[in-house]
């Protein structure tokens, strides 16, 4: 996905959540959350998996523990929901280490703990990919 496309998802991603918050406020459980954030994806006909979990490889070792994130949007795009707000250095370490492994371009932290979305959305690119 180009980056202008990839823009434009983030855009919907950051209007469905921001929908949702309208409607909950700041500070609802995580995981009532996310099952309104996936009925406001669906709503706008956004593919997205909950729960995914990626292989971890280490040079050509397949290790058993597993990766899992709380949704992977059009296979683009990952999202870690904070739960707690002072877990919000777990939450970027569990983000970046999804990232690493999966091969995904983007994600996104979302803390909805915060009054404005805005101020608790954050994009986190992979470091490890090249930017297109």
Request: hydrophobic share 40%; aromatic share 6%; proline share 5%.
């Amino acid at each position: 996905m180009d980056k202008i496309k990839r823009s434009n998802l983030v855009t919907q991603i950051y209007e469905a959540a921001r929908e949702v918050h309208a409607f909950t406020g700041p500070g609802v459980i995580a995981s009532v959350y996310k099952s309104c954030l996936m009925h406001e994806l669906r709503l706008r006909s956004l593919r997205f998996r909950p729960n995914p979990c990626f292989s971890v490889n280490y040079k050509g070792l397949k290790i058993d523990d597993q990766i899992n994130i709380d949704l992977s949007i059009e296979e683009e795009v990952l999202i870690e929901i904070i739960a707690k707000p002072e877990d919000i250095p777990m939450h970027l370490i569990r983000l970046n280490t999804a990232l690493a492994f999966s091969g995904y371009q983007l994600g996104i932290l979302l803390d909805i703990h915060q009054s404005r979305l805005i101020d608790g959305f954050k994009k986190i690119n992979n470091p490890k990919r090249n930017q297109s």
